[in-house]
């Protein structure tokens, strides 16, 4: 994972809105969760909601997908995944060295 786009994800997660609605969607499983379902747990207004999502789908974050009337999204573990071993990669090279 190039550095710039851990960073553009972390920035991403890094808003309180946009982390809980992922959250949301990791405990929802890899079949994803209709938008109207997370606007209802979340309580959060469609218009701003839309908005959140769409930050989290432009980093690769989320998918969305159409299944008849219903909107649903879903996390992109593969994603998720890359994140935390960048993360770790980084964090954790000089474990053992004392430093």
Known sequence: MQIKDAAKQMAELGHETR???FRYLV???RQGVPVGDIQAELNIPGSTLSHHISRLV?????IQCRKGRTLFCAPQYSKLDELIEFLKDECCIHEGTGG
């Open 19 to 21: 982390l809980s609605i």
């Open 27 to 29: 405990k929802g499983g």
């Open 58 to 62: 432009a980093v690769g974050l989320v």
